[in-house]
């Protein structure tokens, strides 16, 4: 989403806007309409609610309910800012459930103005505006006059994400000759914003504890915190909880979908149960508003009524049936798991195997090169270290648009990997397509005679290599350099990948009515790369096959990943735009 400021001023250079007078206390008019049952709530959001009314009534010492901080929050939103949604610019008036909780983060205050609640940990399902509403309070916390020489934080998982969500768009804002916003390149060591009229400033982290560590902040802001502090979470909790024990001033406020379920037992998740454990204790500093499905008793994954409890933006980002359609795709796929983490808020350990074993039993299929003879192909070489395998994988467009695909497999003797890899390597060693060196490194001379035979017999279009895994390994900057073979360096980051690895599962996707479009000769070594793959999703929701977390070798999956990916690069893209009955 790209944001705009209308005719902008410092937020504290003229008078507050008047609040509607049906918005007066939007926060409460929501905590009730969850407690008397109007607004579908799980049980954790329902006594957060009853709790907020309660203390209404009965405040913590020292402290008062002033909703009139969050509705200037919401106002300045509505009246400054602009959202740019499917083509169109419309305000940014802040959704129910995001004045109900950022409502609660602010509207508790003392004599001073400092904050009741210190530390806020917020779960939403996917794509119900957490990054907006982020984004917006950044905005409007720099340019708030009434607290100038402000220094926020805001923490995300990486440097690219943060480039997306935060600096693109404030260059845009600064593009603005109204405005007094500027901002660093997110290459610098420590990017930035900062207003100038305010002199405050925000600094820009990747979720790790050292780049966390030797601030002083009025505010901390953790986008996605689930999976960025999923590093070395206890670490950088600890650096962002010191922070705000320095300030009564600061806040820590963090809006997250939960991390993958193997994260659930992890420091985080102890964390995050010790904040659970402080809502228990009515700890009035701590705030904790999970949506999500219940657990116990536990809502039905296909229980529409119950869908509500997690994405509280229905009607408005995305519709029943964009839910509809997505569990579809997830049952179809085996993948439930993660529709129920993404999409339903509640952590499990079932997300299931990224390509179930049977729909690769499903795609095999004989190869006959004399067949191919002559027609195009594309390839992925996943050129390891010469200690460890390395796999050719090439893949043919067919008329009616399915694909076959082969490959080919070179190891060394004995293999650097585990006991059951090495048992395996003893049944593959007298396949056609597997190579087995007689010494402890992969027989180059062995891939170099089946390059030189792929040319010769088939049409090569491209061979896409990581030429990044093998960096320091001469002989793989020797291959790259032979002109006959039309390598071409591909990366294997999920922003590169991402497409392709998605396009792999959906090519081998079948169900009793669907047969899978990916033909495969069948390979062992391609079955047991299948068994111990795992994949990880990245900040935009990118899939990326996880060397690190598989369980051995991947090397073939992602060799045929890349020829994939070398395929539809080959396809040209065409612009909705020049055939508007395209355009949904």
Request: hydrophobic letters at 40%; one cysteine or more; aromatic letters at 10%.
């Given at each position: 989403a790209a944001f705009i400021v209308k005719q902008f001023k410092p937020t504290g250079s003229e008078p507050s806007p008047v609040p509607n007078p049906n918005r007066t206390d939007t926060?409460?008019?929501?905590?009730?309409?969850?407690?008397?049952?109007?607004?579908?709530?799980?049980?954790?959001?329902?006594?957060?609610?009853?709790?907020?009314?309660?203390?209404?009534?009965?405040?913590?010492?020292?402290?008062?309910?002033q909703p009139e901080r969050p509705e200037a929050f919401f106002d300045w939103c509505r009246d400054r800012l602009t959202i740019r949604t499917h083509g169109k610019a419309i305000p940014l008036d802040p959704l129910p459930w995001q004045r109900f909780a950022l409502g609660l983060c602010l509207g508790f205050v003392d004599a001073e103005g400092h904050p009741l609640v210190r530390t806020a940990g917020l779960e939403v399902a996917r794509g119900a505006g957490k990054s907006a509403i982020m984004l917006a309070l950044l905005l409007w916390r720099l340019t708030d006059e009434d607290e100038p020489h402000g220094q926020l934080v805001v923490v995300a998982q990486s440097l690219q994400q943060l480039a997306a969500l935060y600096v693109r768009p404030a260059i845009q804002i600064a593009d603005d000759s109204d405005l007094a916003i500027e901002c660093s390149?997110?290459?610098?060591?420590?990017?930035?914003?900062?207003?100038?009229?305010?002199?405050?400033?925000?600094?820009?982290?990747?979720?790790?504890?050292?780049?966390?560590?030797?601030?002083?902040?009025?505010?901390?802001?953790?986008?996605?915190?689930?999976?960025?502090?999923?590093?070395?979470?206890?670490?950088a909790l600890s650096a962002l909880e010191m922070s705000v024990a320095k300030d009564r001033r600061c806040q820590l406020i963090s809006i997250t979908t939960p991390p993958p379920s193997e994260l659930s037992d992890g420091p985080y998740m102890r964390r995050r149960v010790g904040w659970q454990q402080s809502v228990e204790e009515d700890d009035p500093t701590v705030l904790f508003l999970p949506w999500g499905i219940d657990a116990d008793p536990p809502d039905d994954v296909s229980d529409e009524t119950?869908?509500?409890?997690?994405?509280?933006?229905?009607?408005?980002?995305?519709?029943?049936?964009?839910?509809?359609?997505?569990?579809?795709?997830?049952?179809?796929?085996?993948?439930?798991?993660?529709?129920?983490?993404?999409?339903?808020?509640?952590?499990?350990?079932?997300?299931?195997?990224?390509?179930?074993?049977?729909?690769?039993?499903?795609?095999?299929?004989?190869?006959?090169?004399?067949?191919?003879?002559?027609?195009?192909?594309?390839?992925?070489?996943?050129?390891?270290?010469?200690?460890?395998?390395?796999?050719?994988?090439?893949?043919?467009?067919?008329?009616?648009?399915?694909?076959?695909?082969?490959?080919?497999?070179?190891?060394?003797?004995?293999?650097?990997?585990?006991?059951?890899?090495?048992?395996?390597?003893?049944?593959?060693?007298?396949?056609?397509?597997?190579?087995?060196?007689?010494?402890?490194?992969?027989?180059?001379?062995?891939?170099?005679?089946?390059?030189?035979?792929?040319v010769d017999t088939f049409d090569v279009v491209e061979i896409n290599i990581d030429r990044y895994s093998a960096k320091g390994d001469t002989t793989v900057a020797e291959l790259m350099a032979e002109p006959r073979w039309p390598f071409k360096s591909c990366s294997q980051t999920a922003e590169s990948m991402g497409g392709p690895t998605t396009q792999l599962r959906t090519w081998l996707a079948c169900d009793a009515t669907h047969d899978p479009i990916l033909k495969i000769r069948p390979c062992p070594v391609m079955r047991y790369a299948l068994g111990c793959c795992r994949v990880e999703i990245d900040w935009a929701g990118n899939p990326r096959i996880s060397k690190r977390k598989s369980t051995d070798s991947v090397d073939a999956i992602l060799a045929l990943t890349m020829a994939g990916k070398s395929l539809i690069d080959s396809i040209p893209q065409r612009s909705a735009f020049e055939n508007p009955s395209a355009i949904i």
């Open positions: 926060a409460t008019d929501y905590a009730r309409a969850i407690v008397d049952g109007s607004v579908v709530a799980n049980h954790a959001i329902k006594a957060a609610a009853a709790k907020h009314l309660e203390r209404i009534e009965n405040p913590p010492a020292g402290y008062t309910w390149t997110i290459t610098n060591v420590r990017p930035w914003i900062r207003c100038k009229a305010t002199d405050s400033s925000a600094v820009l982290c990747a979720g790790r504890a050292r780049t966390i560590q030797g601030y002083s902040p009025t505010m901390i802001l953790v986008d996605e915190g689930g999976e960025t502090i999923a590093g070395d979470p206890e670490e119950a869908w509500p409890k997690a994405y509280p933006a229905f009607g408005v980002i995305q519709s029943v049936e964009d839910y509809r359609r997505d569990l579809a795709l997830a049952i179809r796929q085996e993948n439930v798991g993660e529709f129920e983490r993404r999409r339903l808020c509640r952590w499990n350990t079932r997300g299931g195997l990224w390509i179930p074993g049977e729909w690769l039993e499903r795609a095999e299929h004989p190869f006959d090169p004399e067949e191919m003879r002559g027609k195009q192909c594309y390839a992925g070489l996943d050129c390891s270290k010469s200690i460890d395998v390395t796999s050719l994988a090439v893949v043919w467009p067919l008329p009616g648009g399915s694909v076959l695909s082969a490959s080919w497999h070179f190891f060394p003797t004995p293999s650097s990997r585990s006991q059951r890899y090495q048992s395996n390597l003893e049944t593959w060693k007298d396949l056609e397509h597997v190579h087995v060196a007689e010494g402890p490194l992969v027989d180059y001379d062995a891939l170099r005679l089946r390059l030189d035979w792929l």
